[in-house]
């Protein structure tokens, strides 16, 4: 019998697959073809770890020595920029963030295609750091098989059921026997949960949609910082010499396979044009993913608490990579595994059972 059966090729099935292959023997199963498949293989991941709410913004602040460690981090910067009439988003951006406001001359020095006429106010840190996504998902996957562990992609799970002592799930049509299921399957983990009788904790999936755009003019985007509109009301950062744009949408919708509205991509890439002295002339291509939020916004990490031996790994909300590290250390502290040197109170707000159920 299995000691974790994961459900969920994702960064965060894949971390704690990793963590928790250290204290039993693990099998990671993935419905798709590949790894990553719906949302991590779609995220322009940025290490920024005050982002979030402050449970979540602990894990990511405990992740970055792994991740620097890891080898997956590199320099970008941050910055954020609003208009005269964004004072107010603006300025709870700059407290939220911890940014340091900067002169709007040098704003443009760091991304010269900014609009003078139209930027009003930037702040900036150069703590922010981009995040190799793709190392990182097969750093983990190595270390699941380095201590001895499984991954299987094209293994739908079909069925949970609970045995004496843990479960029998179906996968592909192979029941396969574990001591835990960790629901790792993102914007599926409340559909996971049902299947194996256990209460919703109410997560939302929620649209996120990005272009790429051929460099500005052809110039040499490498050294940019990654921007935002006040508000999150847009972004851009620079990926692979070219620059991703997003109108950082976030709009409520089923667990499916994610594509960008047009609609609503074209409205963001207004916003971001309005903000620069480059129009968009072209879009190579588009796409999008699901992030997916608990009702307080925070993850959701360990043991049910009607049913322990099924354990929670959700609610990462697009935060997945910068927090991977301390996320699966805390669910390997939840677990009996070494302690994750997160305070009580932390544990508290990430644990799942502060939701009774997604219906009271």
Not at 17 to 30: F, N, P
Not at 189 to 197: L, W
Not at 297 to 320: I, K, N, S
Request: hydrophobic share 45%; proline share 7%; with cysteine.
């Amino acid at each position: 019998m299995l000691d974790f059966l994961i459900i969920g090729g994702g960064i965060a099935g894949l971390s704690a697959g990793a963590r928790l292959s250290e204290l039993g023997k693990v099998l990671l199963v993935e419905r798709e073809d590949s790894l990553g498949f719906h949302t991590s293989g779609r995220s322009a991941a940025l290490y920024e770890a005050d982002y979030g709410a402050p449970a979540t913004v602990a894990v990511a602040r405990a992740s970055g020595a792994e991740l620097e460690a890891m080898g997956v981090l590199s320099p970008r910067g941050f910055m954020v920029v609003g208009r005269t009439e964004d004072r107010e988003a603006f300025e709870q951006d700059v407290a939220a963030l911890k940014l340091d406001v900067i002169p709007v001359s040098e704003a443009i020095t760091r991304f010269p295609i900014l609009n003078a006429d139209a930027v009003a106010f930037a702040a900036y840190t150069d703590s922010a750091k981009n995040i190799d996504t793709e190392l990182l998902m097969q750093s983990y996957g190595r270390m699941i098989r380095k201590n001895g562990g499984e991954i299987r992609t094209k293994s739908p799970v079909q069925a949970i059921e609970r045995v004496a002592d843990g479960w029998r799930v179906s996968v592909a049509g192979t029941a396969i026997e574990a001591r835990r299921v960790v629901n790792a399957a993102g914007a599926w983990a409340d559909q996971v949960a049902a299947m194996a009788g256990v209460p919703c904790i109410g997560l939302t999936p929620y649209r996120r949609s990005l272009a790429q755009l051929p460099a500005p003019g052809g110039r040499d985007v490498s050294g940019w910082p990654m921007v935002l509109g006040a508000g999150e009301t847009w972004y851009a950062k620079p990926e692979a010499g070219k620059l991703l744009v997003s109108p950082a949408d976030e709009d409520p919708v089923e667990p499916h396979d994610a594509f960008a509205d047009d609609m609503v991509l074209a409205e963001g890439l207004a916003r971001y044009e309005e903000m620069m002295t480059e129009p968009v002339t072209r879009v190579e291509m588009s796409w999008a993913g699901l992030r997916s939020f608990a009702p307080d916004r925070t993850l959701v990490l360990g043991p049910d608490p009607v049913e322990p031996a099924f354990v929670w790994c959700a609610g990462q909300g697009g935060q997945g990579f910068l927090s991977a590290p301390g996320a699966a250390r805390v669910l390997a502290d939840t677990m009996g595994g070494p302690k994750s040197g997160q305070p009580p109170e932390i544990l508290k707000a990430l644990s799942p059972a502060r939701f009774r159920s997604c219906g009271g």
